[in-house]
């Protein structure tokens, strides 16, 4: 049993959860092979974020894809050689958000037909599907967010009141609003901290920021789902260019499960009186810890692995 990973270099949310998955996949058959194909341009070191073998350059790369019984691409909507080949001679599977996509679908719908299934790893409340694409619709499986978590059974409230922040992309910006933000909430509740920092840190560091903090901001989804699932306070600051970044923000704000940051507005004393309550042991806190905890489930990477393993059992076509 082999199995090929290609996540989408963009941000750390892809990489993450195909490494996820792969340890699961790992622990179900011990004796499976997995491959990460990565690229020679991808700014993070595979050391930091990758357990499993990796190749890069297109020789060993296709060798990769040649031998393998399963290709799955986390993040890509296109359909290319990769997944003609591997669509003819083993299965096929697109792990994918639910909207978000690219303004020409031509290629997305090539890249589903040739899908045997699709993985959406999302929220069952906040799923929906797009018209244009309800012909792959019978191949969706929708799974719990795949979630990488610490080991804690509980959360004691935070000694210091710490704002982690979550960002890949647009930093200097997104460090910018989040900078005058703490300056806001600082003025009403004493000191708070900005926990930052300008490269990717270790899983290790990253549990310990989270369970410090008093809130977590995030661009993407799987961090803000991560907090919502331990229970911590949290508000958004999606790229306003990603779709599906911007829609999530505000599904989950709708819900009372997040605070919704617009990237291109200041965050002033209502945005400062909002998140405040977040940040104390009282009713609002405990109120949108609730809301998140509803929504997300914490089986994703549980059910993203069995899903492979039966597909590479059933040898399913397109």
């Not at 792990?95 to 069952?124: K, M, N, Q």
């Not at 906040?126 to 929708?142: G, I, N, Q, T």
């Not at 999606?238 to 499960?257: C, H, N, T």
């Amino acid at each position: 049993m082999h199995v090929v990973f290609q996540p989408n270099i963009n941000g750390m949310g892809h990489r993450i959860r195909c490494n996820t998955i792969a340890r699961r996949i790992r622990q179900r058959q011990p004796s499976a092979k997995i491959t990460f194909l990565l690229r020679s341009d991808d700014p993070v070191p595979a050391d930091r974020w990758c357990d499993f073998q990796w190749v890069k350059g297109l020789v060993p790369r296709s060798k990769a894809i040649l031998r393998a019984d399963c290709l799955v691409h986390d993040g890509f909507w296109y359909s290319d050689f990769r997944t003609h080949l591997q669509s003819r001679r083993g299965s096929y599977l697109p792990i994918s958000h639910p909207y978000g996509f690219p303004g020409d679908l031509t290629e997305t719908v090539r890249c589903f037909e040739r899908a045997a299934r699709i993985l959406v790893p999302w929220p069952r409340e906040l799923f929906s599907w797009p018209d244009e694409l309800a012909r792959a619709r019978s191949k969706v499986r929708l799974i719990d967010p795949v979630l990488t978590l610490p080991p804690v059974n509980s959360l004691p409230f935070p000694a210091r009141k710490k704002v982690y922040a979550v960002v890949s992309r647009r930093r200097s910006e997104a460090k910018t609003i989040l900078s005058r933000l703490v300056g806001r909430l600082s003025s009403r509740l004493g000191p708070v901290d900005l926990v930052w920092s300008d490269a990717f840190v270790s899983q290790e560091v990253h549990w310990r920021n989270m369970l410090e903090s008093s809130l977590i901001v995030s661009q993407g989804t799987g961090t803000t789902f991560e907090a919502m699932a331990l229970g911590i306070p949290r508000a958004t600051l999606p790229l306003p260019e990603i779709d599906e970044q911007v829609r999530s923000a505000k599904s989950l704000a709708e819900r009372g499960a997040a605070i919704h940051l617009d990237f291109w507005q200041d965050p002033d004393e209502d945005i400062a009186a909002r998140i405040a309550p977040l940040m104390i042991d009282g009713s609002e806190r405990r109120l949108q810890v609730e809301s998140g905890r509803r929504l997300v489930g914490t089986e994703g990477s549980e059910k993203a692995a069995a899903a492979i393993i039966e597909l590479m059992t059933e040898g399913v076509a397109p």
